[in-house]
T-cell receptor, first 108, second 114 residues
Framework: KNEVEQSPQNLTAQEGEFITINCSYSVGISALHWLQQHPGGGIVSLFM???GKKKHGRLIATINIQEKHSSLHITASHPRDSAVYICVLGGGADGLTFGKGTHLIIQP | EAGVVQSPRYKIIEKKQPVAFWCNPISGHNTLYWYRQNLGQGPELLIRYENEEAVDDSQLPKDRFSAERLKGVDSTLKIQPAELGDSAVYLC????????????FGEGSRLTVL
C-alpha cells in the first residue's frame, strides 16, 4: 500500500506570503492530484500531475517522480486561499490514496 | 458543462430512518466513487464503480448501506436504518475511465442523524 505524507499539517501565514505544501509518497504512481476544500464546502480539484510542473493563476504544482515528492505553491497568498489542501495519489486498479491534508490559514 | 451533481445538499433525519443520496457524474465518466467524510478528517472510500460494476466495495458497511449504478450513469447511495455515527458528508466523485484522468467531486451531501 502506498503511504502518503503531507507537511505541514497546519500552516498560518500572512497575506502576501509565498506558501509551500509538500507531499511525499512511498511507491511509484501514475498520477497525483491536489485538491482544495473550504470549510463546509465541497472539494475542488486543483491539479492532476504525472510529471513536471503545472501553473494555474497563483497556484503552481510540481512533481519529482524519481524523488516521489510533489509540492503545491501559492504565490501572493490571500485570505480566500484559506482551506484544506489534500494530496491524493494514484488511481487505476489501486484506487486513490488521500493524504491527511494541510490546514492553511491566511491572515489579512 | 455541469460538474458532478449531488442531492440533497443537506439532510436531517432521526436515527433508524432511511436516507438516500443521489449522484450524477460528469457526462461520459465511467468511474464513480462514493466517499464518506467525517468532520475534520479525510474522505474514506465507500464504493467505486466502473460503469455499472462495483469494483471496490470492501469498505461499504453492507448491513445498512447499499449502492447502485444501474445504467452506469447516475448512482444512489442508501442507508437503512441510519445510526448516529452515520452523520457525515457523503461525497461523490467521477473520473473518465479505469480510475484514470482528472478527478471531479460533487458538493457533497451533509447528513445529520439525530
Amino acid at each position: 500500500k502506498n503511504e502518503v505524507e503531507q507537511s505541514p499539517q497546519n500552516l498560518t501565514a500572512q497575506e502576501g506570503e509565498f506558501i509551500t505544501i509538500n507531499c511525499s509518497y512511498s511507491v511509484g504512481i501514475s498520477a497525483l492530484h491536489w485538491l482544495q476544500q473550504h470549510p463546509g464546502g465541497g472539494i475542488v480539484s486543483l491539479f492532476m500531475l504525472s510529471s513536471g510542473k503545472k501553473k494555474h493563476g497563483r497556484l503552481i504544482a510540481t512533481i519529482n517522480i524519481q524523488e516521489k515528492h510533489s509540492s503545491l505553491h501559492i504565490t501572493a497568498s490571500h485570505p480566500r486561499d484559506s482551506a484544506v489542501y489534500i494530496c491524493v495519489l494514484g488511481g487505476g486498479a489501486d484506487g486513490l490514496t488521500f493524504g491527511k491534508g494541510t490546514h492553511l490559514i491566511i491572515q489579512p | 458543462e455541469a460538474g458532478v451533481v449531488q442531492s440533497p445538499r443537506y439532510k436531517i433525519i432521526e436515527k433508524k430512518q432511511p436516507v438516500a443520496f443521489w449522484c450524477n457524474p460528469i457526462s461520459g465518466h465511467n468511474t464513480l466513487y462514493w466517499y464518506r467524510q467525517n468532520l475534520g478528517q479525510g474522505p474514506e472510500l465507500l464504493i467505486r464503480y466502473e460503469n455499472e460494476e462495483a469494483v471496490d466495495d470492501s469498505q461499504l458497511p453492507k448491513d445498512r448501506f447499499s449502492a447502485e449504478r444501474l445504467k452506469g450513469v447516475d448512482s444512489t447511495l442508501k442507508i437503512q436504518p441510519a445510526e448516529l455515527g452515520d452523520s457525515a458528508v457523503y461525497l461523490c466523485a467521477s473520473r473518465p475511465h479505469g480510475g484514470t484522468g482528472e478527478l471531479f467531486f460533487g458538493e457533497g451531501s451533509r447528513l445529520t442523524v439525530l
